[in-house]
């Protein structure tokens, strides 16, 4: 098949959702209402709660969601062929993570700007809320480990990237002050600081930097403990500061990437040479349910609910805006997620070189990346499946391959720091939440709550000596992450159903991925129990039972509500 044709269908599929499902859910399910008064403006501080142009919270909110996941998911789970990929992609985004990140961003709206977690205690229950708080805190300790190790290593396979990524700190700092300060108009300044940004890109082609060892410590460690001292000022400075007027940079860069591929593709039309379907390549789990705990991100993701209703609420500037931002970059997401999974299922057919030197093409350049599903699960192997497919899609448009390669290093690593520094900014105000929920206010302190947050995950980065020893943990991600989008679309389904609105949209997503997640996880803790890696296994059957505790909760409430419902309905006849 053509990947020209797929792309069009793709992204003609996801513009009319946006028109009329999207808008839809909206007006008749969630009922916005554009006079209502947000948390950025009632609650404002300045700090974390700001009014901002929709604009500039999309492109905060895109790069915030979006980060390494709709890259590795898909580029992985292409080995059961571009069809399956394909479909959850499509169908996932649209039906389910769309709903999954507008209604969190919703909820929370209308809740002080308050998480999902945090606001779980009204809509089901105090013990609930502490439940889901200890699984968000579970996996945004994993992100940052695991996104500072991610970086350090991007660092180490692409250092065309380093100095631009650095270089953008200043732009974006630069860039708030005009815009918040200096009230100078965001479209001009922003063209005006991608230009800029691309031009490091250019230099960082011709300057790579390599870390040196330090001190006796690989350059690894050095640049882990960096991101982390980093990763702390950033998340506690002013939100216009540093953090939205950089995702704002990244969004266009990323924008100016998906175009990039979009008229490489229209120039060279590459050929998909992945197998439409092949139900069991060698070593991988089942199809189903794993390619719905793979591919998340692109698809729906636990991880979106912590953005929409941790920082892009206490920034949004009014109901309406809403849509756009939640839904709308849901969609985006899914199209980045086409275009990964066009460039390694024809991209990579463009042409790669071995380790030997020798140029394969066609079939036999995907086969020999996913020759098995051992050869392809690795982290270096998902992300150069990516950057080389797109380098030789991006090539046919005459763009040479040193400054492509720059240009695909540096979209790697801003969108994983993206994602760094929005979950220790999360991070942060979930600690500060069990602080107050444990009545231990002392911690609920920006300075306390972030230190926490950064020092966890550095004792979990180094408790084996090397910065990698969050990846004992990793292979549960997947799954709570999936776990925590099931049971984000069940906070929302009972406040609708608390509202006496028709929960439907909402329910059956949140009973699918439920379903799907919890099969996953059972396949896990087996696999862990037959591998004796007893860690994996009671860390795995404790949040396994945390979900079913939830559920159970959640369960009672939803028969209370319909209970007091039928009652009401009683009395009147």
């Known amino acids: 098949?053509?990947?020209?044709?797929?792309?069009?269908?793709?992204?003609?599929?996801?513009?009319?959702?946006?028109?009329?499902?999207?808008?839809?859910?909206?007006?008749?399910?969630?009922?916005?209402?554009?006079?209502?008064?947000?948390?950025?403006?009632?609650?404002?501080?300045?700090?974390?709660?700001?009014?901002?142009?929709?604009?500039?919270?999309?492109?905060?909110?895109?790069?915030?969601?979006?980060?390494?996941?709709?890259?590795?998911?898909?580029?992985?789970?292409?080995?059961?062929?571009?069809?399956p990929a394909v479909l959850w992609v499509l169908i996932g985004s649209i039906f389910m993570g769309g709903i999954h990140d507008f209604g969190s961003l919703v909820l929370s709206l209308r809740n002080q700007g308050r998480s999902i977690g945090d606001l779980s205690k009204e809509i089901i229950g105090n013990r609930v809320r502490i439940l889901f708080l200890l699984i968000i805190f579970f996996e945004l300790l994993l992100v940052i480990a695991v996104f500072s190790l991610i970086i350090a290593m991007l660092f180490k396979l692409y250092p065309e990237s380093v100095l631009p990524v650095w270089l953008q700190i200043p732009i974006a700092v630069y860039l708030g002050y005009l815009i918040y300060v200096k009230r100078k108009s965001i479209f001009w300044l922003g063209i005006a600081a991608v230009i800029t940004m691309y031009i490091t890109i250019v230099i960082?082609?011709?300057?790579?930097?390599?870390?040196?060892?330090?001190?006796?410590?690989?350059?690894?460690?050095?640049?882990?403990?960096?991101?982390?001292?980093?990763?702390?000022?950033?998340?506690?400075?002013?939100?216009?500061?540093?953090?939205?007027?950089?995702?704002?940079?990244?969004?266009?860069?990323?924008?100016?990437?998906?175009?990039?591929?979009?008229?490489?593709?229209?120039?060279?039309?590459?050929?998909?040479?992945?197998p439409a379907l092949n139900l069991v390549p060698e070593g991988a789990p089942p199809l189903i349910p794993f390619i719905f705990v793979i591919i998340a991100c692109g698809a729906i993701s636990g991880f979106h609910s912590l953005v929409s209703s941790g920082t892009s609420s206490k920034q949004c500037d009014k109901e309406s805006s809403s849509l756009f931002i939640g839904y709308g970059g849901m969609l985006t997401e899914a199209a980045l997620a086409t275009l990964v999974i066009i460039a390694v299922a024809a991209g990579l057919g463009l042409g790669m070189t071995t380790g030997n030197g020798t140029i394969l093409t066609g079939v036999n350049a995907f086969n020999q990346h996913y020759a098995s599903w051992q050869a392809a699960s690795g982290l270096e192997a998902k992300l150069s499946a990516f950057v080389t497919g797109s380098v030789n899609i991006v090539h046919s448009i005459g763009i040479p391959k040193n400054i492509a390669v720059a240009l695909f290093g540096v979209f790697l690593v801003s969108f994983a720091a993206t994602t760094l520094d929005s979950a220790t900014r999360i991070q942060r105000y979930v600690v500060g939440e069990l602080a107050r929920a444990s009545h231990v206010k002392f911690f609920s302190g920006k300075h306390p709550a972030t230190f926490i947050a950064v020092i966890l995950a550095f004792l979990l980065a180094f408790y084996n000596g090397s910065g990698r020893g969050a990846l004992t943990l990793w292979p549960l991600f997947g799954t709570v992450n999936q776990l925590m989008a099931g049971l984000a679309l069940l906070v929302v389904s009972i406040y609708l159903i608390k509202q006496k609105i028709n929960a439907i949209f909402t329910t059956l997503p949140m009973v699918f991925v439920i379903i799907m997640t919890g099969w996953a996880m059972v396949i896990n803790v087996q696999g862990f129990y037959l591998a004796s890696n007893w860690l994996l296994f009671s860390i795995g059957l404790a949040i396994f039972g945390l979900e079913i505790w939830m559920i159970i909760e959640s369960l009672l409430v939803i028969r209370t509500a319909m209970s007091h419902s039928l009652t009401r309905i009683f009395h009147k006849q």
């Open 1 to 83: 098949m053509n990947s020209l044709f797929l792309a069009a269908i793709m992204f003609a599929a996801y513009i009319i959702a946006y028109h009329t499902y999207g808008k839809f859910v909206a007006k008749r399910i969630f009922r916005i209402n554009p006079t209502a008064i947000c948390p950025s403006e009632a609650l404002r501080d300045d700090v974390d709660f700001i009014p901002t142009n929709k604009y500039m919270l999309f492109g905060h909110h895109f790069a915030s969601i979006a980060g390494l996941g709709p890259i590795i998911g898909p580029a992985i789970a292409i080995i059961w062929g571009w069809i």
């Open 204 to 274: 960082g082609a011709y300057i790579p930097v390599q870390m040196p060892a330090l001190f006796g410590l690989d350059p690894l460690v050095i640049w882990i403990i960096i991101l982390l001292i980093y990763v702390y000022i950033a998340s506690t400075l002013p939100v216009q500061t540093l953090l939205q007027p950089r995702d704002y940079i990244n969004s266009h860069q990323l924008i100016v990437a998906m175009l990039l591929l979009i008229a490489g593709i229209v120039i060279a039309r590459p050929v998909l040479v992945a």
